[in-house]
């Protein structure tokens, strides 16, 4: 009886202000002075009834949405919202408190106080919300218990448009999770709240004919509800949409009218009680005109054809995590385990427009050549109309037998409903001869139309690849050679490079290529000592087309290798017994001379702790693999190599007392070798700092 009591009463006040037009509001807007002081004793009374605070606030944040306060002062009404642990407030109707003025300040009364009814009962009865309101005496209202469930309805928006099912059962649950019922199970056990993150435009659910409508309620106001009513045609139920945005109800719908499903009918908002934007969506067997200036009824059982889940019926996560089940629907859309995820919930509309955009191409003309030369630009131009308005067109293009959508999105038209811009065909494909485009359009509603005006164009060869220009190769005394190259994007991007070299004489091979990052614009090769090689290089754009060989296979830059080299003065290194002595702080150099030889040092550490070693790449490409032994040159303990050719090495160790390594250098591949191919050698021991965590 509790819980029933809380949920009956505590939405005794909710609707005070939506009175006629002829009648005195009998609540004012409490002046922030006065929230604030409501604010602070509500969380007073929190915070010093912890034992039995309701779980709502230890699962959500409680939030003053607004509140009203009599002509006298004396009587004051909050309104509190929710944010969940996600920070999202939760998009519903508000759960009402009375406060009391006494000689201290105020005294919060909840539903289970003792003052409660008396309290109450001096409010105007102006003051009761329409959704506990009796129905008018002579309204007698059909068993809803027996009724088969209305089908032919649709999610009251946009085809393959996604909006957030914020809560259908939790209308009137009492189970404190939810921290208070909006609304009674008798009128909207089937009830749908639906949300976004921007007001969005609403389609009828179902044909129907206007009943009456009001949009002249400004956006956010709490004492004024914006609403539309449809009467079905088919089955004689009444559509009801709450909540409406200002003037966003098409002027046309006027009673009477007839509107079809998937019609646009105006915009959700957050005008009545409400705590965020939605749209609350209900069907009805009957209906009533409250004081409060807008319709009611009692909900009744209704399926959407398009929810893939429950038979029609959505549910959120949290209510089939939470509540009980009703109507056998025990499934949601996202993660049981993390019920108030944001991500879950979305439900996708397969309501068609009733008026869907139109266009066309107004140029090119069918069969006209286009992008003649290397000009990958296609000036376009097309109309676009709609019921309500277009908000985008965009070219589409046939390739593999599909539509793709290239180029930009044009929101603003040239001039009344034509619209002109430019593609760049380069940027999707290698196109060339016969080509096929439309136009798509996208209307306010979130409708697409397409494919428009479709035709066939010729284009003539305006898609050529990227291209590259190969550099003569930098030379060293190294069998490692740089080469580096130039590259031009022709519009569709540089996607890569292509490098292929032949021993000379010879033929080029293609298990002699490699293929390059789009990024780079140089690169280390490394032959055999005396070998002469030949190297060309093409580029490839971003949709795989490759540039075309120089002509006649020739090369673009030739080089020989050096046959020997001059060892550095501190051969020979070749052994751990004839291994050079570097200790911490110290550098040593040295060179790649032979193939494959491999230079010996002995490490030398005067403590425990960790080290550094690292060779730098000087010149001719050099570039080491670190081979770290014990003092007997036979045990290895760590290794480390360049990552390539021409870059450094670097290698960490730990110490567990002073003592001496045995350091092996040798070429990263077995053929890199040179007078030139020099490295730098270094060790240094490692000081690690760590910086303070700072919380914020």
């Not at 539509?403 to 409903?417: L, M, S």
Request: aromatic letters at 10%.
């Amino acid at each position: 009886m509790r819980l029933h009591r809380f949920l009956s009463l505590s939405l005794l006040v909710v609707f005070f202000l939506l009175l006629s037009a002829q009648q005195v509001p009998p609540l004012l807007t409490a002046p922030p002075s006065i929230q604030a002081e409501l604010w602070s004793a509500f969380n007073e009374q929190l915070q010093n009834d912890i034992s039995n605070r309701p779980l709502t606030f230890a699962l959500f944040t409680p939030e003053l949405d607004t509140a009203f306060i009599t002509a006298d002062g004396k009587i004051a009404i909050l309104w509190l919202a929710l944010r969940d642990d996600y920070g999202q407030r939760v998009a519903t109707e508000p759960a009402s408190l009375l406060a009391r003025r006494t000689g201290t300040g105020w005294q919060i009364l909840k539903p289970d106080d003792p003052e409660w009814d008396r309290v109450l009962a001096s409010l105007p009865r102006q003051a009761l919300p329409l959704e506990i309101q009796s129905q008018p005496p002579d309204l007698k209202l059909e068993a809803t218990d027996l009724q088969a469930a209305l089908t032919g309805y649709y999610l009251p928006y946009a085809a393959n448009t996604a909006r957030r099912l914020e809560g259908s059962i939790s209308h009137f649950q009492s189970i404190p999770e939810l921290g208070y019922p909006s609304c009674s199970i008798e009128y909207c056990r089937y009830a749908y709240d639906f949300t976004d993150r921007q007001p969005f435009p609403l389609l009828a659910s179902k044909k129907g004919t206007v009943i009456g409508s009001r949009d002249t309620c400004p956006n956010g106001s709490p004492t004024c509800t914006n609403y539309i009513v449809l009467r079905n045609s088919a089955d004689g139920a009444y559509q009801i949409y709450l909540h409406l945005a200002h003037g966003s109800i098409p002027n046309k719908l006027t009673p009477g009218t007839i509107v079809q499903r998937g019609q646009y009918i105006g915009d959700s908002d957050d005008t009545g009680y409400s705590t965020s934007q939605h749209v609350h969506f209900m069907v009805t067997r009957s209906i009533w005109m409250g004081s409060n200036g807008y319709y009611w009824g009692r909900s009744v059982d209704f399926r959407f054809a398009d929810v893939p889940i429950n038979n029609g019926i959505p549910r959120t996560c949290y209510e089939v995590t939470r509540f009980p089940i009703y109507d056998g629907a025990s499934e949601c859309l996202g993660n049981k385990l993390d019920p108030r995820n944001p991500a879950n919930d979305w439900y996708v509309s397969g309501n068609a427009g009733a008026a869907p955009p139109t266009g066309n191409i107004l140029a090119p003309a069918a069969d006209e050549t286009i992008l003649k030369g290397i000009n990958p630009v296609l000036q376009l131009s097309a109309t676009a109309t709609d019921d309500v308005r277009v908000v985008a067109v965009r070219l589409l293009v046939k390739l593999d037998e599909e539509w793709v959508e290239a180029g930009p999105f044009v929101r603003q038209p040239f001039q009344g409903d034509t619209y002109l811009w430019d593609v760049d065909l380069c940027s999707l494909a290698p196109l060339n001869g016969q080509v096929e485009i439309a136009l798509r359009v996208w209307d306010y509603e979130g409708n697409i139309g397409s494919p428009f005006g479709a035709r066939t164009v010729q284009v003539d060869h305006a898609c050529p690849p990227a291209t590259s220009q190969l550099h003569a190769a930098q030379t060293f005394d190294s069998t490692a050679v740089l080469l580096s190259w130039e590259a031009v994007d022709n519009g569709a991007g540089i996607g890569g490079f292509e490098l292929q070299w032949r021993k000379e004489p010879g033929a080029w091979e293609e298990s002699n290529m490699v293929t390059i990052p789009a990024q780079r614009r140089s690169v280390w090769f490394v032959g055999e000592a005396g070998g002469a090689y030949a190297f060309r290089l093409r580029a490839l754009d971003r949709n795989g087309q490759r540039e075309a060989w120089p002509a006649e296979d020739a090369p673009e830059t030739v080089s020989v290798l050096p046959e020997s080299c001059q060892s550095d003065p501190f051969e020979p290194d070749d052994t751990p017994d004839q291994a050079r002595l570097l200790r911490v702080t110290e550098t040593a150099t040295g060179n790649l001379c032979g193939a494959g030889n491999p230079d010996w040092y002995r490490i030398e550490v005067n403590q425990a702790g960790k080290y550094l070693l690292g060779a730098l790449s000087q010149s001719g490409g050099a570039a080491v693999r670190l081979r770290l032994f014990a003092e007997d040159g036979v045990t290895e303990l760590s290794a480390a190599e360049a990552s390539a050719v021409g870059e450094h090495t670097f290698l960490r160790f730990q110490s567990t007392a002073a003592g001496l390594y045995s350091l092996k250098v040798e070429p990263l591949v077995p053929e890199l070798m040179g007078s030139q191919a020099n490295y730098r050698l270094f060790l240094w021991q490692v000081q690690e700092t760590y910086l303070p965590l700072i919380l914020r």
